[in-house]
């Protein structure tokens, strides 16, 4: 059996998350749901905020997507003008009016709400801080029509979906190319938000974004970012140029609030310590709150203040931006690729962090990479690969586009994790019957966005099913 090419976008195209704004109001607000979609993703200008009172307004944290009753963030953390940092809860809505509508006013469970979030300005002045989104979106509506829904993480625990019997009834090599399809799908919707952040900030910017992004993991990845996105304002400082990488290392943990205080004399981390104290004097105003870390059930090897180390390794070497370059330019092919990737962009870190986990960590044993392939993996295909591809498509290289999509659909698969093994429970329901990559582990994710978070786990009305079963039958489907 052989699928049509591009089967999977107009499949989505047709049912999938891309149909959110068909749903679009007579008034021309998107729907709330699609409204909390950009929240989530903070698809939108952060650079420049301002609520509707005119105070600057700083996202340190967007909050966790509160799928019960009540706001819909919960524990967002965010700055308003020259305040402390505080902690609370967000609610959207499309119009200021809906806080008294809908009953939040008079609701316990509302009294945590810091900041509304609405489509529409306001017509009245706002009972609380409102922030407008409608010239606020990052990205054109059309573009962003394509984006939608695609970029959610799913989640939830399913039971195995009505898909899986149907699925399963696939020929291999029929399942894989669908697979890879819905990856290369992933890739491109990746792609975008690239594309969006390098027009407000240029290309390198939107590099190190996704970068800082992709070191933070899942529990860490806002505030990491966020360091990214306070980066510029460190670069634009008067400083030697040939700030060392200990230097660096000292501003972004500084900068990040995750330096220890006073630290005992003759430790790295004094010396660190004393680098900060003798630099931090123009930062003082971008200072993350410690507590914007996620700490708890971080592996030592993943916590945040190693992945800095690997940060400043990075920012502090002026050809590594060169190099990543280089080794796009020299079209290496599977599985070189992997390997002169992992050459070209290996963090040079101090030699304290081979043999420590964190600042004040016991010594290891046994020396341990900085970077380990798995992670390496995970930057490539969620950063480095979308970076290469928006900027190939915005430059319409064709021959560049072609080369990304063999290299992608032939990287080697991730780690498995947790995410995953749920969609694998959903869709599969047993391991594939072919060689996993990169390509069918992301495909497999985009199919569980697309259709499953966007349907209840009995797959009510959910096209996807049934379109696997046509695929045995010539004609097209409903």
């Known amino acids: 059996m052989t699928i049509p090419a591009d089967l999977y976008r107009q499949w989505r195209t047709q049912g999938g998350s891309a149909l959110a704004l068909a749903e679009r109001r007579p008034c021309g607000a998107p729907p709330e749901r699609w409204l909390q979609e950009v929240w989530a993703h903070q698809r939108i200008r952060r650079a420049s905020l301002q609520t509707t009172d005119g105070q600057p307004l700083v996202i340190l944290h967007p909050g966790f997507w509160n799928r019960e009753?009540?706001?819909?963030?919960?524990?967002?953390?965010?700055?308003?003008?020259?305040?402390?940092?505080?902690?609370?809860?967000?609610?959207?809505?499309?119009?200021?009016?809906?806080?008294?509508s809908h009953g939040h006013a008079g609701n316990a469970a509302y009294r945590n709400v810091i900041l509304h979030v609405v489509w529409d300005p306001p017509a009245h002045p706002a009972p609380l801080p409102t922030l407008v989104l409608r010239d606020l979106l990052d990205a054109p509506l059309d573009?962003?029509?394509?984006w939608v829904g695609g970029a959610s993480d799913p989640s939830s625990a399913w039971l195995a979906g009505h898909c899986s019997a149907p699925l399963a009834e696939l020929p291999a090599p029929a399942l894989a190319d669908l697979l890879r399809q819905a990856g290369l799908v992933r890739l491109q919707i990746k792609a975008l938000l690239f594309r969006a952040r390098a027009r407000a900030a240029g290309w390198q910017q939107a590099l190190w974004e996704g970068l800082f992004r992709a070191l933070g993991y899942k529990h860490n990845a806002w505030p990491m970012q966020r360091l990214a996105e306070i980066l510029p304002l460190t670069l634009d400082h008067p400083v030697d140029p040939n700030?060392?990488?200990?230097?660096?290392?000292?501003?972004?943990l500084g900068l990040s609030g995750l330096l220890p205080a006073e630290p005992k004399a003759g430790t790295y981390s004094r010396r660190l310590w004393d680098l900060w104290w003798r630099d931090r004097g123009p930062f003082d105003s971008a200072l993350l709150p410690a507590r914007l870390w996620r700490l708890n059930g971080v592996r030592p090897v993943n916590h945040p203040q190693r992945r800095l180390a690997i940060a400043a390794s990075w920012v502090a070497d002026p050809s590594w931006i060169?190099?990543?370059?280089?080794?796009?330019?020299?079209?290496?092919?599977?599985?070189?690729?992997?390997?002169?990737?992992?050459?070209?962009?290996?963090?040079?870190?101090?030699?304290?962090?081979?043999?420590?986990?964190?600042?004040?960590?016991?010594?290891?044993?046994?020396?341990?990479?900085l970077l380990g392939a798995g992670r390496l993996n995970d930057i490539a295909v969620n950063?480095?690969?979308?970076?290469?591809?928006?900027?190939?498509d915005a430059g319409g290289?064709?021959?560049?586009?072609?080369?990304?999509?063999?290299?992608?659909?032939?990287?080697?698969?991730g780690e498995d994790n947790a995410v995953l093994k749920l969609a694998r429970?959903?869709?599969?329901?047993?391991?594939?019957?072919?060689?996993?990559?990169?390509?069918?582990?992301?495909?497999?994710?985009?199919?569980?966005?697309?259709?499953?978070s966007h349907s209840n786990a009995l797959c009510d009305q959910c096209p996807f099913p049934r379109w696997i079963r046509s695929l045995a039958d010539p004609a097209p489907p409903a």
């Open 69 to 100: 009753a009540g706001p819909d963030f919960l524990r967002a953390i965010l700055q308003r003008g020259t305040q402390p940092p505080v902690s609370g809860d967000i609610e959207i809505d499309l119009a200021s009016s809906g806080w008294k």
């Open 143 to 146: 573009e962003l029509e394509s």
């Open 243 to 252: 700030l060392t990488r200990e230097a660096w290392e000292a501003r972004l």
């Open 322 to 369: 060169a190099r990543l370059e280089s080794w796009f330019l020299a079209r290496p092919l599977h599985p070189h690729a992997e390997r002169s990737l992992a050459e070209a962009v290996r963090p040079d870190p101090h030699r304290f962090w081979r043999r420590h986990c964190t600042l004040t960590a016991r010594e290891l044993p046994q020396p341990l990479p």
């Open 383 to 392: 950063a480095i690969l979308p970076w290469f591809w928006a900027r190939a």
């Open 397 to 413: 290289r064709t021959a560049d586009l072609d080369y990304l999509s063999a290299l992608y659909l032939n990287w080697s698969a």
């Open 425 to 452: 429970s959903r869709l599969l329901a047993e391991a594939p019957p072919f060689r996993t990559s990169a390509a069918t582990q992301q495909g497999l994710l985009q199919i569980v966005s697309d259709f499953c």
